[in-house]
C-alpha cells in the first residue's frame, strides 16, 4: 500500500525533489566531501598528496642525513661521490657526496612552497581582477580582458630568463615567473562564471535596495563564482609543479644545490650515462605529487561540471 | 564559404593588439627593473670596452628621449624585426631566433603529427568501451601521460636510446652532412633532405627527431586521450547519433561523420592551446637533454651570456608564436563550427 502511494506523482513529492535540488550544496567543501564518497581516484589522489604532504612535514625526520638534504657537502664527501644506491644511501649519491634521498625527500617542501605561493597569490589577483571585470563593465571590463589574454599568451619559462637575467637566481624568480602568467587563467575562469552571476535577478535586487557594490562583489559574485575557480586551482596543482620544476631544471629558477627536484635533475643530467640515479628518482616524485593533485582536481571538476559524470549508453 | 569576414579581422586586430602590449610589456621589464637598464642591455659588460657598449646600449634604448617616445621607438623597432646585435652570438638577435625557431617548429609538428591520431582514435575507442577494463586502462595511461615531466623521460629515454648504441645525440651528422653535400635551405631539415632527394641524411634526421618529438608528444597524447573520450560521451549521446541509428547508418560512419565530427571544433582550440604549450616543453628538452639546437639552445646561451636582448627576443618570438597558433585555432574553429561566428 505504501509503495503504491509512493509511487503516484504526488505535489508533496516534486516539492521534495524540488527542496532537494537546492539543497545539492555548490560550496568547495560540500563538493569535495561528495566527490570523497563518489569517486575512488578522488581516494587514490587524497592519500598520494597526503603521503607528499607529511613527507614534507617529516623532511627532517624521514631524511637519513638532513644536513645533505639541506645542501650541505658532507665532510667525507670524497669518498661518497656518485655512489649507486645501497643500503647506505637508498637513491644513491650526487657528484658532491650528498644523500640523494635526503635531497629528495626536502625537495618535497620547496615543491611545495613553490605551489602554494603561486596558485594563492595567482588565485587572489585572479578572483580580484575578474570579478572587477565581471561587475563593473564598460572600459574596465575590455582593459581587465585584454589584460588577462596578454599575460596567457607570455610563457613562463621566458619571463623566468629575463627575471633570471635581472633578479639572478633565487625562489623569488620562479615564483614570480609563475604567478605573472598564472593569474591570467584564474581571471578568465572567474570573469567567465561572474558574468552570468552578475546578471542574476538577485543582484540586481540587491543593486536596486541600495546595498554597495564592493558588499555585492563579496557576498553574491564571489561566493558564488569561487568553487569553479577553486577546482581550476587544485587541478592546476600538478601543473604548476611541472613548468615549476622545469624552470629550475633549466636552472632559471632556484640556485644550484637547493634542494628542488628540478635542480637536482640538472646536477646530474650531465653525469647521466655514468649515474642515471641522480636524475632518475627526483623525476619520480615529481611525477607522483603531480599525478595525486591531478586525481584530486579531475574528480572535483567531475563534482563541478555534471556533465562529466554522466553515465551513458550507446544506441547501438 | 559564408564566414563572417568580420570576425577573423576582429579577431586578427585583438591579437596584434596583444602583441604590441607585450612588447611593451617586456620593454617596461627592461625599463622599471632594479639596476641600469642600459648594463642589462649591454649584457654586464666588463674591461676595456664596458663604458663604450654601456653607451652605445643607451643610445640603442634612447634612454635619454621621454618614456612614451623609448616606448614607441621600441615597439617601431620590435615590429619592424630589429632588436640589435645579440651579445651571445654577434648576429642581429631576430636573424638567430628565426633560423632556430625551424628546428624547434620541426620536432613540435612532427611530434604532433605522429601524437595526436593516435590519441584520438585511443580515446575514441575508451568512449565506445565505455565502462569495460579497457577504458580505465586508457584513462589512467592518459592521466599519467599528462603528468609527466617531459625532461625526466627524455633523461631516462635518452639514456636507454645511448645505452643501446643509437646516434641520438644532436639534429644532424655534421660528418654526413658535409660528405653529401647536403645544405639546409628552409631549415626543416626533412624537408630540405627530401627536397635534396638525399636518403642517408634523411634516415639520420629522422632517427634523431622521432626520440625527442615522442616525448614532447606525451602531453599532448594524454590530453587528446582524456579530451576525446570527454567529448564523444557528449556527442555519441545526442539525439542526432540516434536518429542516425534510427535511419540505419553503418556504426562507423555514426562515429567518425556524425559524433565525432560534434567534437572536431572544442578539439581544435584545446590543440592550439596545447601545441602551443609544447613549445615549451620542447625548448626544455631539446638543447638540455638531446642537445639539438633549437630555442632551447637559445635560450641556455642567453643565460650564460647573460645576454639580456636575445631574452626579450625569445620573449617576443615565443608570445608571437602562441597568439599565431591560437588565432589560427580560432579561425578554424569559426570556420567549422558556425556557432563561435558572433
Known amino acids: 500500500m505504501a509503495n503504491i502511494r509512493n509511487n503516484k506523482p504526488s505535489i508533496s513529492g516534486a516539492v521534495k525533489n524540488v527542496q532537494k535540488a537546492f539543497q545539492t550544496k555548490t560550496g568547495f567543501v560540500a563538493i569535495t566531501v561528495r566527490a570523497w564518497k563518489r569517486s575512488s581516484r578522488f581516494k587514490i589522489g587524497f592519500v598520494i598528496s597526503s603521503l ?18 639541506l645542501g650541505y657537502v658532507p665532510e667525507d664527501a670524497l669518498q661518497k661521490i656518485r655512489l649507486s644506491p645501497s643500503r647506505d644511501h637508498i637513491f644513491g649519491t650526487d657528484t658532491r657526496g650528498r644523500d640523494i634521498f635526503s635531497r629528495v625527500v626536502f625537495g618535497v617542501r620547496s615543491a611545495l612552497i613553490q605551489i602554494f605561493l603561486v596558485v594563492s597569490s595567482s588565485l587572489l589577483i585572479g578572483l580580484f581582477m575578474g570579478v572587477i571585470a565581471a561587475y563593473y563593465k ?80 563579496y557576498r553574491h559574485v564571489i561566493r558564488n563564482a569561487s568553487p569553479p575557480v577553486l577546482v581550476q586551482a587544485v587541478t592546476d596543482l600538478g601543473s ?71 553515465r551513458w549508453r550507446l544506441w547501438f | 564559404m559564408p564566414v563572417s569576414l568580420n570576425y577573423i579581422v576582429k579577431r586578427l586586430f585583438w591579437s596584434i593588439l596583444v602583441l604590441v602590449g607585450v612588447i611593451i610589456f617586456s620593454y617596461l621589464v627592461i625599463i622599471l627593473s632594479p639596476g641600469d637598464p642600459a648594463v642589462k642591455w649591454a649584457g654586464n659588460p666588463r674591461g676595456v670596452n664596458a663604458t663604450f657598449a654601456i653607451e652605445a646600449a643607451r643610445r640603442e634604448l634612447g634612454l635619454d628621449k621621454p618614456l612614451y617616445m623609448q616606448v ?33 617548429l620541426e620536432l613540435l609538428l612532427c611530434s604532433y603529427i605522429i601524437v595526436l591520431p593516435i590519441g584520438i ?59 653529401t653535400g647536403f645544405q639546409s635551405i628552409t631549415g626543416f631539415y626533412l624537408l630540405d ?21 615522442l616525448i614532447i608528444g606525451v602531453y599532448p597524447l594524454g590530453l587528446s586521450i582524456r579530451l576525446s573520450r ?12 540516434r536518429a542516425a541509428v534510427a535511419w540505419g547508418v553503418k556504426r562507423g560512419r555514426i562515429i567518425w561523420k556524425y559524433a565525432f565530427r ?59 608564436f602562441y597568439l599565431v597558433i591560437n588565432t589560427v585555432a580560432d579561425v578554424i574553429q569559426a570556420l567549422i563550427d558556425p556557432r563561435v561566428r558572433l
Not at chain 2, 621600441?74 to 638567430?96: E, N, W
Not at chain 2, 643509437?166 to 660528405?179: C, F, K, M, N, Q
Not at chain 2, 627536397?195 to 625527442?212: A, S, T, Y
Not at chain 2, 570527454?230 to 547519433?241: G, I, Q, R, Y
Open chain 2, 262 to 320: 560534434a567534437s572536431i571544433p572544442p578539439l581544435v582550440q584545446v590543440f592550439g592551446l596545447a601545441f602551443a604549450y609544447s613549445l615549451i616543453d620542447a625548448m626544455v628538452v631539446e638543447y638540455a637533454v638531446f642537445g639539438r639546437e633549437g630555442l632551447g639552445r637559445l635560450l641556455v646561451d642567453a643565460l650564460n651570456y647573460s645576454d639580456f636582448k636575445l631574452a626579450i627576443g625569445l620573449l617576443i618570438v615565443v608570445t608571437a
Open chain 2, 72 to 104: 614607441f621607438d621600441f615597439v617601431a623597432k620590435v615590429l619592424t624585426g630589429d632588436l640589435g646585435i645579440s651579445i651571445a652570438y654577434k648576429q642581429p638577435v631576430f636573424t638567430i631566433l628565426y633560423s632556430n625557431l625551424a628546428a624547434t
Open chain 1, 240 to 310: 604548476v609543479l611541472l613548468e615549476a620544476s622545469a624552470i629550475n631544471f633549466l636552472g632559471l629558477g632556484l640556485p644550484p644545490d637547493s634542494p628542488e627536484w628540478g635542480v637536482i635533475m640538472q646536477e646530474g643530467i650531465q653525469y647521466l650515462s655514468i649515474s642515471p640515479w641522480i636524475s632518475v628518482f627526483p623525476g619520480i616524485f615529481i611525477l607522483v605529487t603531480a599525478l595525486g593533485f591531478s586525481l584530486i582536481g579531475d574528480s572535483l571538476r567531475e563534482e563541478v561540471d555534471p556533465k562529466l559524470r554522466r
Open chain 1, 52 to 69: 607528499i604532504i607529511m613527507v614534507g612535514v617529516l623532511a627532517p625526520l624521514l631524511a637519513p642525513y638532513p644536513r645533505d638534504g
Open chain 2, 193 to 213: 633532405s627530401i627536397l635534396q632527394g638525399n636518403i642517408v641524411i634523411f634516415i639520420d634526421v629522422l632517427v634523431k627527431l622521432i626520440p625527442p618529438a
Open chain 1, 138 to 217: 564598460g572600459f574596465i571590463e575590455t582593459l581587465i580582458n585584454y589584460l588577462i589574454e596578454l599575460f596567457m599568451s607570455i610563457p613562463a619559462i621566458v619571463i623566468a630568463l629575463a627575471l633570471r637575467l635581472i633578479l639572478g637566481s633565487g625562489l623569488l624568480t620562479v615564483v614570480l615567473a609563475l604567478i605573472i602568467t598564472w593569474w591570467s587563467w584564474y581571471g578568465r575562469v572567474t570573469y567567465i562564471y561572474s558574468r552570468s552571476i552578475v546578471e542574476m535577478d538577485y543582484v540586481l535586487l540587491a543593486k536596486l535596495s541600495g546595498v554597495s557594490g564592493l558588499k555585492i562583489i
Open chain 2, 121 to 179: 582514435v585511443l580515446g575514441v575507442y575508451s568512449a565506445l568501451h565505455r565502462d569495460e577494463l579497457i577504458d580505465d586502462v586508457l584513462q589512467s595511461f592518459g592521466t599519467i601521460m599528462a603528468n609527466t615531466p617531459a625532461f625526466w623521460l627524455a633523461a631516462i629515454v635518452f639514456l636507454l636510446l645511448v645505452s643501446a648504441g643509437s646516434p641520438v645525440y644532436g639534429r644532424i651528422d655534421t660528418r654526413l652532412a658535409l660528405e
Open chain 2, 230 to 241: 570527454t567529448l564523444m560521451a557528449e556527442s555519441l549521446t545526442e539525439d542526432f547519433v
